[in-house]
């Protein structure tokens, strides 16, 4: 799911790691906006209201939704700075370190955000833009740009125009690789649907706890994956 990088990834590698990335986003989408009433998986919304802002020359507003557009940014320069970094050193962590800082923020959150609501909510937001940044960079630097799970805006967009490509390409390989594009980005669609619902019926009885469920499922995909590295390095021996 995470292993495989660049060519060598698969249809089936990207359908994995897209299913359980966007599924992760829609979770954190929906308990970040019940909890903090904040966009905590892109920052689209924040960047107009950014502007708006600005323009109207309140400079510590302004400064405040900045912080939120730089957490997402900080995020994935943080995860591309560590895929840099054991590229060079241990091929072998270029996916490791970056999940397991996205799960443990997960997991902080989950422990700690109904003190941190009465404390100081924004943090709550800033971890979970950082988070999100993160894991956009971590899944386009593993996919080579095939997959990205935060937001739903580009992704409807490219499909579509490949929807309407459809109606144009007629050669067998075309189709094939337009219907294969549409249907990893119906199934990130689908998984962050299923994941926001998830996180809106799980945060009505379990409040911030509801972030738990995300960081489980990020720790599970790397057991999963040290599970199959394991069973390929033993099966020479067997």
Same mark, same amino acid.
């Given at each position: 799911?995470?292993? #495989?990088?660049?060519?060598?990834?698969?249809?089936? #590698?990207?359908?994995? +790691?897209? !299913?359980? &990335?966007?599924?992760?986003?829609?979770?954190?989408?929906?308990?970040?906006?019940?909890?903090?009433?904040?966009? =905590?998986?892109?920052? =689209?919304?924040?960047?107009?209201?950014?502007?708006?802002?600005?323009?109207?020359?309140?400079?510590?507003?302004?400064? #405040?939704?900045?912080?939120?557009?730089?957490?997402?940014?900080?995020?994935?320069?943080?995860? !591309?700075? %560590?895929?840099?970094?054991? =590229?060079?050193?241990?091929?072998? %962590?270029?996916?490791?370190?970056?999940? @397991? =800082?996205?799960?443990? +923020? &997960?997991?902080? +959150?989950? &422990?700690?955000?109904?003190?941190?609501?009465?404390?100081?909510?924004?943090?709550?937001?800033?971890?979970? *833009?950082?988070?999100?940044?993160?894991?956009?960079?971590?899944?386009?630097?593993?996919?080579?740009?095939?997959?990205?799970?935060? #937001?739903?805006?580009?992704?409807?967009?490219?499909?579509?125009?490949?929807?309407?490509?459809?109606?144009?390409?007629?050669?067998? !390989?075309?189709?094939?690789?337009?219907?294969?594009?549409?249907? *990893?980005? &119906?199934?990130?669609?689908?998984?962050?649907?299923?994941?926001?619902?998830?996180?809106? /019926?799980?945060?009505?009885?379990?409040?911030?706890?509801?972030?738990?469920?995300? !960081?489980?499922? /990020?720790?599970?995909?790397? @057991?999963?994956?040290? +599970?199959?590295?394991?069973?390929? @390095?033993?099966?020479?021996?067997?």
């Amino acid at each position: 799911m995470f292993i #495989h990088r660049g060519k060598a990834r698969t249809e089936k #590698h990207n359908l994995a +790691i897209a !299913s359980l &990335l966007g599924f992760v986003a829609g979770l954190v989408n929906v308990v970040g906006f019940l909890s903090v009433k904040k966009l =905590t998986t892109n920052v =689209t919304g924040h960047f107009a209201f950014f502007v708006d802002e600005a323009f109207q020359q309140k400079i510590v507003q302004a400064f #405040h939704t900045g912080l939120y557009i730089f957490f997402f940014f900080a995020g994935a320069f943080f995860a !591309s700075l %560590l895929v840099e970094f054991y =590229t060079r050193r241990r091929e072998n %962590l270029i996916y490791i370190i970056p999940a @397991l =800082t996205e799960a443990f +923020i &997960l997991g902080a +959150i989950a &422990l700690s955000g109904t003190l941190l609501i009465q404390q100081n909510p924004d943090i709550i937001a800033f971890a979970l *833009l950082f988070a999100m940044g993160l894991q956009n960079a971590l899944v386009t630097r593993i996919s080579n740009a095939v997959v990205r799970t935060t #937001h739903l805006t580009g992704l409807f967009t490219d499909m579509g125009i490949e929807f309407a490509q459809l109606f144009f390409y007629k050669g067998k !390989s075309r189709r094939q690789k337009l219907l294969k594009s549409i249907r *990893l980005r &119906l199934t990130i669609i689908w998984m962050f649907f299923a994941g926001g619902v998830t996180g809106g /019926l799980l945060y009505s009885s379990w409040g911030f706890r509801a972030l738990l469920l995300g !960081s489980f499922l /990020l720790l599970g995909g790397l @057991l999963f994956d040290f +599970i199959k590295i394991r069973l390929v @390095l033993m099966r020479p021996k067997i």
